[in-house]
């Protein structure tokens, strides 16, 4: 069977589509530091134990005609599904314990380097992916760039890496709190490269989505989700606590999964979680616009690398 050039066009269209949807669920999850900024006194944990898992839940429920259509598939894989939903549940869980025991941008830096390495990794183990020279290329602007906003980030507030480095004690917690940030970093990037090999072997994209976010949402909401609501009721304690809530369960957590889920039919994992750099880049132009938060000069440097990392990534094929 011959692939016409009407076949390559589409499939490039196709491509193109996939990577705008990446980058519009990086836009969304980039919104969650602003967002989470007007919550009063909430634990992160609560918050994103209850966003993971309703936004989970959510997926399933869209997906449910899908996930039925492909329940014979969803059965034959169920190793994967629940490889993948484990994933799911511990990705929130050690990103968020991340940041608070290394800091915020040490803990979101060390979550989003390690993620599209581990997913790069993870393809080549796996899979037959081929990374390309613009790939690497990328991956050193894009990490070069989310370093020195970090540490644009730690020069203005005082510094965090000061704080993780100073006396034992606090240098066990910072260690701690990499160590769970690269174990966040790679479950996210596990089960982005799950739920493409679902997808590869003709289990739809919602069914994908929705059954490894449907398990991780029941087990989250069931046992995490439940207890922590029941530990630290402020999460609905006043309007503004509940909207935050409710914004990231449905925007971030269930949109902006929808739109990665759509991404990842023809973007690869390890292309997909690349293009996820664009989240720290709208979390900090948010910090700077809503919050007042100031960047460091070396912080817009970092920036603009991570700005052309993206251009690499998104610019069409050449046939």
Known sequence: MTTTRSDIAASSRSADMGSLAVLFAALLWGTTGTVAHFNQDVSPLATGAFAMGVGGLLQAVIARPNIMGCLGLLLAQKRWVLLGAVCVIIYPLAFYSSMHLAGVAIGTVITIATAPLAAAILERLFGHHRLTLSWYISLALGIAG????????????????????????????????????????????????????????????????????????????????????????????????????????????????????????????????????????????????????????????????????????VKPATA
């Open 146 to 313: 989310v370093v020195m906003m970090a540490m644009g980030e730690t020069a203005t507030h005082g510094g965090d890496i000061a704080a993780v480095s100073a006396g034992g004690d606090r240098m066990a917690t910072g260690l701690t709190g990499i160590v769970l940030g690269i174990i966040a970093g790679t479950t996210y990037a596990a089960y982005s490269l799950i739920a493409r090999r679902m997808m590869d072997h003709g289990t739809h994209a919602r069914a994908a989505m929705g059954s490894l976010f449907g398990v991780a949402g029941i087990a989250l909401i069931a046992g995490l989700g439940l207890s922590m609501l029941v530990a630290d009721p402020r999460l609905f304690a006043t309007p503004g606590n509940t909207s935050v809530a409710l914004y990231m369960a449905l925007v971030p957590m269930f949109l902006g999964y929808i739109a990665f889920g759509y991404g990842l039919k023809t973007v690869a994992a390890s292309k997909a979680t690349l293009l996820t750099l664009f989240e720290p880049l709208v979390a900090a132009l948010l910090a700077v616009t809503i919050v007042g938060e100031h960047i460091a000069p070396l912080g817009w440097l970092g920036m603009a690398l991570i700005a052309v990392c993206l251009l690499i990534q």
